[in-house]
Structures are given as structure tokens and as C-alpha cells.
């Protein structure tokens, strides 16, 4: 079974930085392409990161020069680096697998909230 635990949010300011965990079990990170998602209040689930086998790198226009995704094969863990935050960003992240993710296997997610 695949278990995906995001971790690292909270509360930080406008212009601040904040760095996201995820904590993947039942799946190999390393052998997967892996995304971040957010879905802010109101609104449709995005898909902000994504990270290929390849280690290739995409990002949504919105987060591009911002944020950067990463992994760690030892940890079997997936990062969300994110700096210059704006309050456009608050939003609840999930990773999941892309381009598409395992439906059973959506974690709670990790709140980010900016504050202006």
C-alpha cells in the first residue's frame, strides 16, 4: 500500500521561505515521477512541481524561479523548497505521483499559510 506523509508547513510571512516534506512508503521515489500539488480554499487541486525519473524538473508558471522540488533517494523522501512566499500560495500541499497520481493514496496534506 502506498503511503504518502506531507510534513514541514505552518505559517511564515510574505517574502519568507519554508521547505516541504514527503515521506513516501509502498513506492520507490527514486523509480516514480513525483509532484507536488496544492489546493487552496475554493478552488481545484494544481499541479505546482513535478520531478521525473530523470531528475528533469517542471514548474507552474505562478511558482516558477521560486520554488524548487527535490528528492532524496536514501530517505525515500520528495522536498518542496519555497521561497519568496506570497499569500497566493497558502494553500493545503500533497505530493503524489504525476502525471497521474494514485487516487488511494492521497495524503492529509501539509497547510501553508502566508501572511501580508
Known amino acids: 500500500q502506498v503511503q504518502l506523509v506531507e510534513s514541514g508547513g505552518g505559517l511564515v510571512q510574505a517574502g519568507g521561505s519554508m521547505r516541504l516534506s514527503c515521506a513516501a512508503s509502498?513506492?520507490?521515489?527514486?523509480?516514480?515521477?513525483m509532484g507536488w500539488y496544492r489546493q487552496a480554499p475554493g478552488k481545484q487541486r494544481e499541479l505546482v512541481a513535478t520531478?521525473?525519473?530523470?531528475?528533469?524538473?517542471k514548474y507552474a508558471d505562478s511558482v516558477k524561479g521560486r520554488f524548487t522540488i527535490s528528492r532524496d533517494n536514501a530517505k525515500n523522501t520528495v522536498y518542496l523548497q519555497m521561497d519568496s512566499l506570497k499569500p497566493e500560495d497558502a494553500a493545503v500541499y500533497y505530493c503524489?505521483?504525476?502525471?497521474?497520481?494514485?487516487?488511494?493514496?492521497w495524503g492529509q496534506g501539509t497547510q501553508v499559510t502566508v501572511s501580508s
Open positions: 503524489n505521483v504525476v502525471p497521474k497520481p494514485i487516487r488511494d493514496s
Open positions: 509502498g513506492i520507490n521515489v527514486r523509480l516514480n515521477s
Open positions: 520531478l521525473t525519473i530523470g531528475g528533469t524538473t
